[in-house]
């Protein structure tokens, strides 16, 4: 995975932190456990704001909170 798969990673963050509620994760969090994903191989330097933005909103919509 990289950066810009934003739904399979917000997949694998629902599976991995379902007692975690998406709109309470801080990015410093979010930017460490999507590094720490299963299949995740990208330069963590490569994330940014908006990435992670678009990461927390699909998680959210997968979580369905």
Same mark, same amino acid.
């Given at each position: *995975? #990289? !950066?810009t798969d934003t739904q399979e990673i917000a997949m694998a963050?629902? /599976? #991995? %932190?379902q007692d975690v509620?998406?709109?309470q994760v801080r $990015?410093? /969090?979010? %930017?460490? !456990?999507? *590094?720490e994903l299963e299949? $995740? /191989?990208d330069d963590p330097n490569r &994330? &940014?704001? #908006? =990435?992670l933005?678009? =990461?927390q909103a699909a998680w959210i919509e997968d979580a369905d909170y």
């Amino acid at each position: *995975m #990289k !950066w810009t798969d934003t739904q399979e990673i917000a997949m694998a963050l629902t /599976d #991995k %932190h379902q007692d975690v509620d998406p709109q309470q994760v801080r $990015f410093t /969090d979010l %930017h460490r !456990w999507v *590094m720490e994903l299963e299949g $995740f /191989d990208d330069d963590p330097n490569r &994330s &940014s704001e #908006k =990435i992670l933005e678009a =990461i927390q909103a699909a998680w959210i919509e997968d979580a369905d909170y």
